[in-house]
Protein backbone atom coordinates (compact mmCIF):
# COMPACT_ATOMS: atom_id res chain seq x y z
CA UNK A 1 0.00 0.00 0.00
CA UNK A 2 0.84 3.35 -1.13
CA UNK A 3 0.68 5.93 1.39
CA UNK A 4 -0.28 9.67 0.37
CA UNK A 5 2.78 11.90 -0.17
CA UNK A 6 0.73 15.07 -0.40
CA UNK A 7 -0.43 17.43 2.57
CA UNK A 8 -4.31 17.57 0.61
CA UNK A 9 -4.41 13.70 0.07
CA UNK A 10 -3.22 13.10 3.95
CA UNK A 11 -5.63 15.50 4.92
CA UNK A 12 -8.96 13.47 3.07
CA UNK A 13 -7.23 10.38 4.35
CA UNK A 14 -7.34 11.67 8.09
CA UNK A 15 -10.59 13.48 7.63
CA UNK A 16 -11.99 10.10 6.20
CA UNK A 17 -10.60 7.62 9.13
CA UNK A 18 -12.47 10.46 11.52
CA UNK A 19 -15.60 9.77 10.01
CA UNK A 20 -15.55 6.16 9.40
CA UNK A 21 -14.58 6.34 13.49
CA UNK A 22 -17.60 8.68 14.44
CA UNK A 23 -19.73 6.72 11.79
CA UNK A 24 -18.46 3.71 13.75
CA UNK A 25 -19.10 5.20 17.26
CA UNK A 26 -22.57 6.53 16.42
CA UNK A 27 -23.63 2.48 15.41
CA UNK A 28 -22.45 1.31 18.52
CA UNK A 29 -24.15 4.19 20.40
CA UNK A 30 -27.45 3.25 18.47
CA UNK A 31 -27.36 -0.24 18.61
CA UNK A 32 -26.43 -0.40 22.77
CA UNK A 33 -29.02 2.29 23.24
CA UNK A 34 -31.72 0.97 20.51
CA UNK A 35 -31.20 -2.57 22.49
CA UNK A 36 -31.48 -1.35 25.88
CA UNK A 37 -34.70 0.44 25.18
CA UNK A 38 -36.22 -2.80 23.01
CA UNK A 39 -35.11 -5.11 26.33
CA UNK A 40 -36.85 -2.90 28.14
CA UNK A 41 -39.79 -2.36 26.33
CA UNK A 42 -40.14 -5.94 26.24
CA UNK A 43 -39.58 -6.65 30.22
CA UNK A 44 -42.54 -4.24 30.80
CA UNK A 45 -45.01 -5.42 28.01
CA UNK A 46 -44.56 -8.68 29.50
CA UNK A 47 -45.57 -7.47 32.52
CA UNK A 48 -49.22 -5.82 30.47
CA UNK A 49 -47.32 -2.67 30.00
CA UNK A 50 -48.15 -0.70 26.52
CA UNK A 51 -45.76 2.19 25.17
CA UNK A 52 -48.19 2.44 21.71
CA UNK A 53 -49.79 5.71 21.53
CA UNK A 54 -52.31 3.53 19.81
CA UNK A 55 -53.12 1.53 22.02
CA UNK A 56 -54.78 3.95 24.30
CA UNK A 57 -57.50 4.90 21.30
CA UNK A 58 -60.84 4.46 22.61
CA UNK A 59 -63.23 2.35 20.05
CA UNK A 60 -65.78 3.44 17.96
CA UNK A 61 -69.07 3.71 19.93
CA UNK A 62 -72.69 3.43 18.04
CA UNK A 63 -73.43 6.89 16.80
CA UNK A 64 -76.88 6.38 18.42
CA UNK A 65 -75.85 5.94 21.67
CA UNK A 66 -73.00 8.80 21.49
CA UNK A 67 -73.39 11.70 23.45
CA UNK A 68 -70.74 13.21 21.66
CA UNK A 69 -72.65 13.08 18.49
CA UNK A 70 -75.91 14.76 19.38
CA UNK A 71 -76.56 18.33 17.89
CA UNK A 72 -76.40 20.53 21.26
CA UNK A 73 -72.86 19.41 21.86
CA UNK A 74 -71.60 18.89 18.06
CA UNK A 75 -71.98 22.54 17.91
CA UNK A 76 -69.33 22.56 20.69
CA UNK A 77 -66.52 21.50 17.91
CA UNK A 78 -67.84 21.67 14.65
CA UNK A 79 -66.36 24.91 13.64
CA UNK A 80 -63.09 22.54 14.15
CA UNK A 81 -63.70 19.22 13.43
CA UNK A 82 -66.23 17.39 11.29
CA UNK A 83 -67.84 14.48 12.87
CA UNK A 84 -65.30 12.24 11.70
CA UNK A 85 -62.72 13.90 13.60
CA UNK A 86 -60.92 15.75 10.54
CA UNK A 87 -59.97 19.48 10.68
CA UNK A 88 -61.69 22.12 9.26
CA UNK A 89 -59.54 24.46 7.74
CA UNK A 90 -60.05 26.51 7.25
CA UNK A 91 -62.75 26.60 10.65
CA UNK A 92 -65.89 26.95 9.62
CA UNK A 93 -67.31 30.56 10.58
CA UNK A 94 -71.14 29.60 10.48
CA UNK A 95 -71.45 27.57 13.66
CA UNK A 96 -73.18 28.72 16.72
CA UNK A 97 -71.66 27.05 19.52
CA UNK A 98 -74.92 26.42 21.95
CA UNK A 99 -72.50 24.78 24.19
CA UNK A 100 -70.64 28.13 25.08
CA UNK A 101 -73.29 29.69 27.59
CA UNK A 102 -71.64 33.27 28.02
CA UNK A 103 -71.27 34.25 31.21
CA UNK A 104 -69.93 37.55 31.91
CA UNK A 105 -66.15 38.04 32.75
CA UNK A 106 -65.91 34.84 33.60
CA UNK A 107 -67.21 35.15 36.82
CA UNK A 108 -65.56 32.39 38.51
CA UNK A 109 -62.30 33.23 38.40
CA UNK A 110 -62.81 37.39 37.93
CA UNK A 111 -61.55 39.54 40.73
CA UNK A 112 -64.48 41.98 41.37
CA UNK A 113 -65.74 42.86 44.75
CA UNK A 114 -68.52 40.65 44.66
CA UNK A 115 -67.06 37.81 43.12
CA UNK A 116 -67.94 34.14 42.95
CA UNK A 117 -68.42 31.44 46.03
CA UNK A 118 -65.17 29.19 46.72
CA UNK A 119 -66.42 26.22 49.07
CA UNK A 120 -62.95 25.28 50.07
CA UNK A 121 -62.56 28.71 51.47
CA UNK A 122 -65.81 28.77 53.20
CA UNK A 123 -67.23 31.35 50.82
CA UNK A 124 -70.73 31.59 49.45
CA UNK A 125 -71.70 33.15 46.11
CA UNK A 126 -73.00 36.53 46.44
CA UNK A 127 -76.08 36.38 44.27
CA UNK A 128 -76.74 40.01 45.03
CA UNK A 129 -73.23 41.16 43.46
CA UNK A 130 -73.46 38.98 40.35
CA UNK A 131 -77.14 40.71 39.48
CA UNK A 132 -75.31 43.36 39.60
CA UNK A 133 -71.97 42.82 37.69
CA UNK A 134 -73.71 40.59 35.15
CA UNK A 135 -76.02 44.05 34.10
CA UNK A 136 -73.06 45.88 33.80
CA UNK A 137 -71.93 43.31 31.32
CA UNK A 138 -71.89 43.93 27.71
CA UNK A 139 -71.53 40.72 26.71
CA UNK A 140 -75.35 39.07 27.64
CA UNK A 141 -78.18 39.90 25.15
CA UNK A 142 -81.89 40.09 25.98
CA UNK A 143 -81.04 40.70 29.83
CA UNK A 144 -84.58 41.21 31.13
CA UNK A 145 -85.23 43.69 33.78
CA UNK A 146 -84.78 43.50 37.68
CA UNK A 147 -87.18 41.50 39.91
CA UNK A 148 -87.49 42.97 42.84
CA UNK A 149 -86.03 41.59 46.22
CA UNK A 150 -84.80 38.47 44.19
CA UNK A 151 -81.00 38.46 43.33
CA UNK A 152 -80.99 34.39 42.71
CA UNK A 153 -84.35 34.96 40.90
CA UNK A 154 -82.95 37.63 38.63
CA UNK A 155 -79.82 35.63 37.77
CA UNK A 156 -82.23 32.82 36.71
CA UNK A 157 -83.85 35.33 34.38
CA UNK A 158 -80.74 36.50 33.22
CA UNK A 159 -79.80 32.83 32.68
CA UNK A 160 -83.27 31.77 31.35
CA UNK A 161 -82.05 32.59 27.48
CA UNK A 162 -79.67 29.14 27.94
CA UNK A 163 -83.09 27.34 28.78
CA UNK A 164 -83.80 25.50 25.80
CA UNK A 165 -79.93 24.90 25.55
CA UNK A 166 -79.08 23.43 28.49
CA UNK A 167 -82.76 21.43 28.47
CA UNK A 168 -81.57 19.76 25.54
CA UNK A 169 -77.92 18.98 26.25
CA UNK A 170 -79.79 17.51 29.22
CA UNK A 171 -81.70 14.88 27.21
CA UNK A 172 -78.56 13.95 25.27
CA UNK A 173 -76.91 13.52 28.60
CA UNK A 174 -79.42 9.94 28.46
CA UNK A 175 -77.66 8.03 26.32
CA UNK A 176 -75.02 5.78 27.25
CA UNK A 177 -71.84 6.60 25.81
CA UNK A 178 -69.44 9.38 24.44
CA UNK A 179 -66.74 9.46 22.44
CA UNK A 180 -65.88 12.50 20.90
CA UNK A 181 -64.85 12.61 16.99
CA UNK A 182 -60.92 13.31 17.44
CA UNK A 183 -58.59 12.45 14.53
CA UNK A 184 -55.81 10.19 16.49
CA UNK A 185 -53.82 9.89 13.65
CA UNK A 186 -51.95 13.12 14.04
CA UNK A 187 -48.44 12.33 14.21
CA UNK A 188 -47.75 14.45 17.39
CA UNK A 189 -50.23 13.24 20.07
CA UNK A 190 -49.82 16.85 21.67
CA UNK A 191 -51.01 18.60 18.16
CA UNK A 192 -54.38 16.64 18.44
CA UNK A 193 -57.00 19.37 18.56
CA UNK A 194 -59.76 18.78 21.92
CA UNK A 195 -61.87 22.23 20.77
CA UNK A 196 -64.93 20.17 22.77
CA UNK A 197 -62.99 20.52 26.08
CA UNK A 198 -63.68 24.75 26.35
CA UNK A 199 -66.83 24.27 25.29
CA UNK A 200 -67.90 21.42 28.19
CA UNK A 201 -66.40 23.78 30.58
CA UNK A 202 -68.26 26.71 29.48
CA UNK A 203 -71.61 24.76 29.89
CA UNK A 204 -70.24 23.47 33.41
CA UNK A 205 -69.63 27.20 34.64
CA UNK A 206 -73.41 27.75 33.58
CA UNK A 207 -75.11 24.98 34.73
CA UNK A 208 -73.00 25.72 38.51
CA UNK A 209 -74.86 29.49 38.73
CA UNK A 210 -78.07 28.11 37.68
CA UNK A 211 -77.84 25.53 40.61
CA UNK A 212 -76.53 28.09 42.79
CA UNK A 213 -79.45 30.13 41.87
CA UNK A 214 -81.88 27.32 42.28
CA UNK A 215 -80.40 26.46 45.49
CA UNK A 216 -81.28 29.86 46.99
CA UNK A 217 -84.73 30.14 45.35
CA UNK A 218 -85.75 27.23 47.27
CA UNK A 219 -85.63 24.74 44.17
CA UNK A 220 -82.85 22.15 45.16
CA UNK A 221 -84.35 19.44 42.76
CA UNK A 222 -83.27 21.66 40.17
CA UNK A 223 -80.10 21.81 41.08
CA UNK A 224 -79.69 18.72 41.99
CA UNK A 225 -80.65 17.95 38.50
CA UNK A 226 -77.84 20.49 37.22
CA UNK A 227 -75.27 18.74 39.23
CA UNK A 228 -75.92 15.70 37.93
CA UNK A 229 -75.60 17.40 34.26
CA UNK A 230 -72.60 18.91 35.25
CA UNK A 231 -71.27 15.54 36.36
CA UNK A 232 -72.08 13.91 32.93
CA UNK A 233 -70.18 16.55 31.13
CA UNK A 234 -67.04 15.56 33.30
CA UNK A 235 -67.95 11.56 32.35
CA UNK A 236 -68.55 12.48 28.60
CA UNK A 237 -64.73 12.25 28.12
CA UNK A 238 -63.41 10.09 30.12
CA UNK A 239 -61.84 7.62 28.02
CA UNK A 240 -59.89 10.05 25.92
CA UNK A 241 -56.15 9.28 26.36
CA UNK A 242 -55.14 12.77 27.09
CA UNK A 243 -53.82 14.76 30.74
CA UNK A 244 -55.57 17.78 29.62
CA UNK A 245 -58.99 16.14 28.65
CA UNK A 246 -58.55 14.58 32.94
CA UNK A 247 -57.68 18.38 34.09
CA UNK A 248 -60.90 19.68 32.72
CA UNK A 249 -62.88 16.72 34.17
CA UNK A 250 -61.79 17.90 37.23
CA UNK A 251 -62.73 21.78 36.78
CA UNK A 252 -66.27 20.39 35.81
CA UNK A 253 -66.14 17.92 39.15
CA UNK A 254 -65.07 21.07 41.31
CA UNK A 255 -67.71 22.86 39.41
CA UNK A 256 -70.05 20.71 40.96
CA UNK A 257 -69.15 20.80 44.24
CA UNK A 258 -69.92 24.35 45.03
CA UNK A 259 -73.89 24.00 44.74
CA UNK A 260 -73.52 21.04 46.47
CA UNK A 261 -71.57 22.90 49.36
CA UNK A 262 -73.75 25.76 49.64
CA UNK A 263 -76.67 23.42 49.48
CA UNK A 264 -75.51 21.86 52.65
CA UNK A 265 -74.48 24.91 54.45
CA UNK A 266 -77.75 26.46 54.18
CA UNK A 267 -79.46 22.50 54.77
CA UNK A 268 -81.21 22.84 51.87
CA UNK A 269 -80.94 19.14 50.37
CA UNK A 270 -84.13 16.42 51.14
CA UNK A 271 -82.54 13.03 52.81
CA UNK A 272 -83.48 11.87 49.48
CA UNK A 273 -81.91 14.37 47.52
CA UNK A 274 -78.44 13.58 49.92
CA UNK A 275 -78.50 10.15 48.78
CA UNK A 276 -78.77 10.75 45.42
CA UNK A 277 -75.71 13.03 45.24
CA UNK A 278 -73.63 10.85 47.62
CA UNK A 279 -74.61 8.30 44.71
CA UNK A 280 -73.75 10.24 42.21
CA UNK A 281 -70.53 11.52 43.96
CA UNK A 282 -69.19 8.34 44.35
CA UNK A 283 -68.76 7.26 40.43
CA UNK A 284 -66.07 9.51 40.14
CA UNK A 285 -63.00 7.16 40.51
CA UNK A 286 -60.20 9.41 39.87
CA UNK A 287 -57.51 7.31 41.41
CA UNK A 288 -58.28 4.94 38.57
CA UNK A 289 -58.22 7.01 35.62
CA UNK A 290 -55.26 8.34 37.05
CA UNK A 291 -53.35 5.28 36.28
CA UNK A 292 -54.88 4.93 32.55
CA UNK A 293 -54.41 8.63 31.93
CA UNK A 294 -51.05 8.48 32.83
CA UNK A 295 -49.83 5.36 30.74
CA UNK A 296 -51.58 7.06 27.92
CA UNK A 297 -49.61 10.15 28.37
CA UNK A 298 -46.54 8.28 28.41
CA UNK A 299 -47.04 6.72 25.63
CA UNK A 300 -48.07 10.25 23.99
CA UNK A 301 -44.63 11.25 25.60
CA UNK A 302 -42.66 8.55 23.92
CA UNK A 303 -44.59 9.47 20.56
CA UNK A 304 -43.35 12.37 21.00
CA UNK A 305 -39.86 11.85 21.04
CA UNK A 306 -40.31 9.66 18.03
CA UNK A 307 -41.65 11.94 15.78
CA UNK A 308 -38.58 14.44 16.74
CA UNK A 309 -36.11 11.99 16.24
CA UNK A 310 -37.90 11.36 12.79
CA UNK A 311 -38.35 14.67 11.02
CA UNK A 312 -35.77 16.81 13.36
CA UNK A 313 -39.30 18.75 14.04
CA UNK A 314 -39.02 20.27 17.65
CA UNK A 315 -41.95 23.03 16.60
CA UNK A 316 -43.79 25.35 14.28
CA UNK A 317 -41.01 28.41 14.95
CA UNK A 318 -37.95 26.42 14.86
CA UNK A 319 -35.57 27.09 12.60
CA UNK A 320 -34.20 24.74 9.16
CA UNK A 321 -30.73 24.69 10.98
CA UNK A 322 -31.96 23.37 14.29
CA UNK A 323 -33.84 20.64 11.99
CA UNK A 324 -30.83 19.64 10.45
CA UNK A 325 -28.67 19.31 14.09
CA UNK A 326 -31.22 17.25 15.40
CA UNK A 327 -31.08 15.11 12.54
CA UNK A 328 -27.88 14.22 12.70
CA UNK A 329 -27.87 13.32 16.87
CA UNK A 330 -27.40 9.36 17.02
CA UNK A 331 -30.89 7.51 17.53
CA UNK A 332 -29.39 6.20 20.98
CA UNK A 333 -29.99 10.38 22.05
CA UNK A 334 -33.81 9.65 21.31
CA UNK A 335 -33.77 5.82 22.71
CA UNK A 336 -32.40 7.21 26.15
CA UNK A 337 -35.08 9.93 26.70
CA UNK A 338 -37.46 7.39 25.34
CA UNK A 339 -36.47 5.34 28.69
CA UNK A 340 -35.88 8.29 30.53
CA UNK A 341 -39.53 9.20 30.52
CA UNK A 342 -40.53 5.47 31.05
CA UNK A 343 -38.20 4.86 33.88
CA UNK A 344 -40.13 7.55 35.67
CA UNK A 345 -43.64 6.52 34.94
CA UNK A 346 -42.76 3.32 36.20
CA UNK A 347 -40.66 4.17 39.08
CA UNK A 348 -42.11 6.58 40.61
CA UNK A 349 -45.21 8.38 38.91
CA UNK A 350 -47.58 4.81 38.32
CA UNK A 351 -46.98 3.27 42.25
CA UNK A 352 -47.38 6.61 43.72
CA UNK A 353 -51.23 5.87 43.06
CA UNK A 354 -52.68 2.65 44.79
CA UNK A 355 -56.97 1.74 44.27
CA UNK A 356 -58.00 3.89 47.12
CA UNK A 357 -55.06 6.05 48.00
CA UNK A 358 -51.57 7.99 47.19
CA UNK A 359 -48.07 7.93 48.35
CA UNK A 360 -46.74 12.28 47.84
CA UNK A 361 -43.20 10.30 48.85
CA UNK A 362 -43.21 9.17 45.44
CA UNK A 363 -44.26 11.86 43.19
CA UNK A 364 -42.25 14.41 45.55
CA UNK A 365 -38.77 11.93 44.61
CA UNK A 366 -39.66 11.73 41.27
CA UNK A 367 -39.83 15.31 40.78
CA UNK A 368 -36.46 15.55 42.54
CA UNK A 369 -35.05 13.31 40.41
CA UNK A 370 -36.44 15.03 37.55
CA UNK A 371 -35.12 18.23 38.70
CA UNK A 372 -31.74 17.05 39.15
CA UNK A 373 -30.78 15.85 36.36
CA UNK A 374 -27.46 17.59 34.69
CA UNK A 375 -28.58 19.06 31.34
CA UNK A 376 -27.36 16.02 28.53
CA UNK A 377 -28.87 15.53 25.08
CA UNK A 378 -30.21 12.01 26.90
CA UNK A 379 -32.57 13.20 28.88
CA UNK A 380 -33.21 16.85 27.56
CA UNK A 381 -36.60 15.75 25.84
CA UNK A 382 -37.69 13.77 29.06
CA UNK A 383 -37.21 17.35 30.78
CA UNK A 384 -39.66 18.49 28.74
CA UNK A 385 -42.15 16.17 28.92
CA UNK A 386 -42.71 15.40 32.55
CA UNK A 387 -42.51 18.54 34.89
CA UNK A 388 -46.09 18.49 34.60
CA UNK A 389 -46.98 15.12 35.65
CA UNK A 390 -46.15 15.49 39.28
CA UNK A 391 -48.23 18.02 40.02
CA UNK A 392 -51.49 16.54 37.98
CA UNK A 393 -51.26 13.46 40.47
CA UNK A 394 -51.71 16.43 43.29
CA UNK A 395 -54.87 17.80 41.58
CA UNK A 396 -56.28 13.87 40.98
CA UNK A 397 -55.41 13.16 44.90
CA UNK A 398 -57.36 16.90 45.74
CA UNK A 399 -59.98 16.47 43.42
CA UNK A 400 -60.73 12.62 44.86
CA UNK A 401 -60.27 13.85 48.20
CA UNK A 402 -62.51 16.56 47.64
CA UNK A 403 -65.42 13.90 46.44
CA UNK A 404 -64.82 11.82 49.03
CA UNK A 405 -65.17 14.75 51.56
CA UNK A 406 -68.60 15.61 50.29
CA UNK A 407 -70.14 12.51 49.80
CA UNK A 408 -69.22 12.72 53.93
CA UNK A 409 -70.69 16.10 54.37
CA UNK A 410 -73.81 14.68 52.51
CA UNK A 411 -73.82 11.45 54.85
CA UNK A 412 -72.89 13.64 57.77
CA UNK A 413 -76.36 15.91 57.17
CA UNK A 414 -78.61 13.05 56.81
CA UNK A 415 -77.56 11.86 60.22
CA UNK A 416 -78.19 15.06 61.73
CA UNK A 417 -81.64 15.22 60.19
CA UNK A 418 -82.30 12.02 61.36
CA UNK A 419 -80.72 12.31 64.96
CA UNK A 420 -81.08 15.99 65.57
CA UNK A 421 -76.85 16.44 65.25
CA UNK A 422 -74.03 14.81 63.95
CA UNK A 423 -72.55 11.71 65.01
CA UNK A 424 -69.73 11.27 67.30
CA UNK A 425 -67.15 9.16 64.67
CA UNK A 426 -67.80 8.74 61.13
CA UNK A 427 -68.03 5.05 61.81
CA UNK A 428 -72.13 6.13 63.28
CA UNK A 429 -72.63 6.70 59.33
CA UNK A 430 -72.33 2.80 57.79
CA UNK A 431 -74.32 1.12 56.71
CA UNK A 432 -77.42 3.14 56.77
CA UNK A 433 -76.32 6.70 55.59
CA UNK A 434 -73.46 5.55 53.38
CA UNK A 435 -72.31 2.00 52.25
CA UNK A 436 -68.06 2.57 53.25
CA UNK A 437 -66.92 5.66 55.01
CA UNK A 438 -64.08 6.83 51.98
CA UNK A 439 -60.60 7.16 53.69
CA UNK A 440 -58.18 10.01 53.62
CA UNK A 441 -56.63 9.95 49.85
CA UNK A 442 -53.23 10.25 51.85
CA UNK A 443 -52.22 6.82 52.76
CA UNK A 444 -55.27 5.39 53.44
CA UNK A 445 -55.23 7.06 56.94
CA UNK A 446 -58.97 7.73 58.24
CA UNK A 447 -59.96 11.22 57.60
CA UNK A 448 -60.44 13.48 60.05
CA UNK A 449 -63.41 14.46 61.92
CA UNK A 450 -65.10 16.18 65.40
CA UNK A 451 -68.02 17.85 66.29
CA UNK A 452 -67.45 21.07 67.17
CA UNK A 453 -68.71 23.56 70.52
CA UNK A 454 -70.93 25.35 67.76
CA UNK A 455 -72.92 22.38 66.90
CA UNK A 456 -71.37 21.77 63.62
CA UNK A 457 -67.83 19.58 62.85
CA UNK A 458 -64.64 19.46 61.39
CA UNK A 459 -63.70 17.35 58.58
CA UNK A 460 -60.03 17.26 56.84
CA UNK A 461 -57.41 15.41 55.15
CA UNK A 462 -54.02 15.71 56.53
CA UNK A 463 -52.77 17.01 52.69
CA UNK A 464 -49.77 16.53 50.67
CA UNK A 465 -47.45 17.04 53.44
CA UNK A 466 -48.97 14.20 55.56
CA UNK A 467 -49.09 16.28 58.79
CA UNK A 468 -51.86 17.33 60.65
CA UNK A 469 -52.19 21.14 60.75
CA UNK A 470 -55.45 20.95 62.71
CA UNK A 471 -57.92 22.14 59.97
CA UNK A 472 -55.79 24.85 58.37
CA UNK A 473 -55.45 25.64 54.27
CA UNK A 474 -51.86 25.95 53.02
CA UNK A 475 -52.10 29.05 50.96
CA UNK A 476 -48.94 31.00 48.53
CA UNK A 477 -47.20 33.60 50.20
CA UNK A 478 -47.26 36.76 50.18
CA UNK A 479 -50.96 37.46 49.95
CA UNK A 480 -52.03 34.02 50.80
CA UNK A 481 -54.75 33.83 48.42
CA UNK A 482 -54.04 31.12 46.30
CA UNK A 483 -53.87 27.23 47.43
CA UNK A 484 -50.63 25.49 47.85
CA UNK A 485 -51.46 21.88 47.79
CA UNK A 486 -48.17 20.62 49.14
CA UNK A 487 -48.64 22.94 52.42
CA UNK A 488 -51.45 22.81 55.06
CA UNK A 489 -54.87 20.29 55.43
CA UNK A 490 -57.40 19.78 52.70
CA UNK A 491 -60.80 20.87 54.28
CA UNK A 492 -64.38 20.31 53.91
CA UNK A 493 -65.12 24.18 55.51
CA UNK A 494 -68.05 25.37 57.26
CA UNK A 495 -69.09 29.23 56.02
CA UNK A 496 -66.33 31.65 57.27
CA UNK A 497 -67.51 34.87 58.20
CA UNK A 498 -63.95 36.67 56.90
CA UNK A 499 -63.44 34.64 53.91
CA UNK A 500 -60.86 36.39 51.79
CA UNK A 501 -61.87 37.28 48.29
CA UNK A 502 -59.19 38.80 46.44
CA UNK A 503 -57.69 36.33 43.57
CA UNK A 504 -54.70 36.22 41.84
Known sequence: ????????????????????????????????????????????????????????????????????????????????????????????????????????????????????????????????????????????????????????????????????????????????????????????????????????????????????????????????????????????????????????????????IQPVWEGLQKHRWTDGQLAELEEDLAKTDFLADYESTLRAERASAIAMVEYVRRTGDLGSDQAAFGRTVIRMLPRSVFYNNEMNIARMYQQSYLPAAEPEFVVPALINKGEATVDGWHFSPNNVLARMLLPSVGSSLRRFAHTQNSINMARVACSLERYRVSHGEYPETLENLAPQFIGTVPRDIIDGVPLHYHRTADGKFSLYSIGWNQVDDNGEIGFYPPKKVRFNLNLGDWVWPTVSTNAQTATE
Open 1 to 256: MTLPKSKFERFFLVLGLLMIVVGLGYGLADWSGGSAWARYKHEWEAKGEKFDFKDFIPPPVPADQNFALTPIVASGYEAYLDRNGHKMIPNRTNIVNRMAMEIPGGYSTTGYSTNAGDWQKGKLTDLRGLDVYFRGSEHLANVPPPMAGSPAADVLSILSQYDSNIEELRAASKLPLSRFPIDYAEDRPYDIWLPHLASLKSAGVALQLRALAEIETGDPEKALQDIHLILRLSDSTRTEPFLISALVRIALVNLA
